[in-house]
């Protein structure tokens, strides 16, 4: 099972929107409606932002939206804040033989 | 609020076993979720090494199954996981987190722990 395809690097200045990618296959992102995103500040724990592709938990602002075309799902932040510098992680279910699979990873930096 | 607690031995050597423990609070270990550990080297991404349920149903990274074991202690409410012949690649940030049964993502996280694999 690989790894599902985040680029590398993102940015924005603040008060804009950046929009990540994350691309799998059939078997896991464009199989399941089970794509999560999570924030990781630097020498933190991942925090979940995003679950069921566009679900938010309770807590996390609505600048945080997610969506999924095909094989590809995509995080936006909109409204861009200096605390929304981090790294973002996506992650599919992709079946009972292994059920999770992360992506490569993003970082967002705010100018 | 759920709490997860990592630890173990920060340095292991190589070849041989790697072993660590999550203690929960909040919640109880035979609730409805399934409790995983996740990784993560040095500057580098996140992966899954497996999960088990309060029955003792196991799902391990098909990488790692043939070194990994994922156990619970009822009675400690806790879990551990053990890897075995390790090498330096598995120098990493070992997390347990919980996914909720049905959920499909991994809704708390504990703080982590590092382990170093040298001799």
């Known amino acids: 099972q690989s790894a599902l395809t985040q680029p590398p690097s993102a940015s924005g200045s603040p008060g804009q929107s950046v929009t990540i990618s994350c691309t799998g296959t059939?078997?896991?992102?464009?199989?399941?409606?089970?794509v999560s995103w999570y924030q990781q500040h630097p020498g933190k724990a991942p925090k979940l932002m995003i679950y069921?592709?566009?679900k938010r938990p309770s807590g996390v602002p609505d600048r945080f939206s997610g969506s999924k075309s095909g094989n590809t799902a995509s995080l936006t932040v909109s409204g861009l804040q200096a605390e929304d510098e981090a790294d973002y992680y996506c992650?599919?279910?992709?079946?009972?033989?292994?059920?999770?699979?992360f992506g490569t990873g993003t970082k967002v930096t705010v100018l | 609020q759920v709490q997860l607690q990592e630890s173990g031995p920060g340095l292991v050597k190589p070849s041989g076993t790697l072993s660590l423990t999550c203690a929960v609070s909040?919640?109880?270990?035979?609730?409805?979720?399934?409790w995983t550990w996740v990784r993560q080297p040095p500057g580098k991404g996140l992966e899954w090494i497996g999960e088990?349920?309060?029955?003792?149903?196991?799902n391990y990274n098909p990488s790692l199954k043939s070194r990994v074991t994922i156990s619970v202690d009822k009675s400690k409410n806790q879990l551990s996981l053990k890897v075995s012949s390790v090498t330096a690649a598995d120098t990493a940030v070992y997390y347990c987190?919980?996914?909720?049964?049905?959920?499909?993502?991994?809704?708390?996280w504990g703080q982590g722990t590092l382990v170093t694999v040298s001799s």
């Open positions: 909040g919640d109880s270990i035979s609730s409805s979720n399934w």
């Open positions: 059939s078997s896991d992102v464009g199989g399941y409606n089970y």
């Open positions: 069921e592709v566009s």
């Open positions: 088990i349920y309060h029955s003792g149903s196991t």
């Open positions: 987190a919980r996914v909720p049964f049905f959920f499909y993502a991994f809704d708390s």
């Open positions: 992650s599919s279910y992709a079946g009972s033989n292994n059920p999770y699979v």
